[in-house]
């Protein structure tokens, strides 16, 4: 699997064989937080859209999801997601059903019902941190 940076609000997926690669076109580019939020929905799509190919007795060994996302602001986010797929092999009385499978995603249906998301300090706050070494004892280095 492979993904490419095509731009800082764009990202391609493509099944290639070997382990999954991230390629930028410049090395100016970096793997932003937002291009990771992309290559999760093109992944979730992509593996489910194959294993209906599979199930369904179809190629899809050439079957490349895009995704391309647009800011909105107040507050400063993800406002749009386009996501495209091309797939040369499907068969076109099969399309409307691929778009259905598609959206069958769990990334893409977290979109749609957003989840609760709460911000806790966790077991390495400072004071609690320092509380926990506290009552540890002293550390050896030499294993015993």
Known sequence: MKITL?????IR???????MTIEAQSTEQSYSPF?????SLAYCTWSV?????????LD???LIIEVHWEF????HRVGEIALTFEWPS????????AKRVAELCTV?????????IRIEPGVYHTDQHEAALATAGPVSDSGT
């Open 6 to 10: 095509l731009s800082e609000n764009a």
């Open 13 to 19: 997926l493509e099944p290639v064989p070997g382990m």
């Open 35 to 39: 291009h990771m939020l992309a290559s």
């Open 49 to 57: 859209m194959y294993s209906w190919a599979s199930n369904s007795g």
């Open 60 to 62: 899809a060994d050439d």
């Open 72 to 75: 909105a602001e107040n507050p």
């Open 90 to 97: 499907l068969p076109p009385k099969r399309l409307n059903a």
């Open 108 to 116: 893409h249906a977290t979109f749609m019902h957003p989840p609760t």
